[in-house]
């Protein structure tokens, strides 16, 4: 099957979407590489943090953080079903799950939620 990064999906067109959802064990950073713009343009991700799933594709929560840190500002986590706040940065949110063996549910958003 032929693959495409986002953004030579949407090479021509902006996204008619404001969420985008990310849930693929460990490969949200290869994701992003290939989203730079994409991810620009939208208003909120919501995404599954595995700190061992990113191991397994060869990437870390640090890079991670940086990446989402430069496309959102607020942070949310995901606790049965409801938005918390994450206090600090969005970078802050994502690198505190370091040395987690759990998988964590984020809300991300350039702008905070009302």
């Known amino acids: 099957m032929p693959a495409v990064s986002l953004d030579q999906w949407f090479a021509e067109t902006r996204p008619a979407f404001r969420l985008a959802v990310i849930d693929a064990e460990g490969a949200e950073s290869h994701i992003i590489d290939g989203g730079e713009r994409t991810f620009a343009a939208i208003e909120c991700l919501y995404t599954e943090i595995s700190p061992r799933a990113l191991a397994r594709q060869g990437r870390d929560l640090g ?47 350039k702008a905070a939620l009302g």
Not at 65 to 74: I, N, P, S, V, Y
Not at 81 to 87: E, H
Request: no cysteine.
């Open 63 to 109: 890079r991670l953080a940086e990446q989402l840190g430069r496309h959102f500002r607020h942070a949310y986590r995901i606790d049965s079903g409801v938005p918390v706040v994450v206090s600090g940065t969005v970078a802050d949110a994502v690198l505190a799950f370091a040395g987690s063996r759990e998988v964590h549910n984020l809300l991300l958003s």
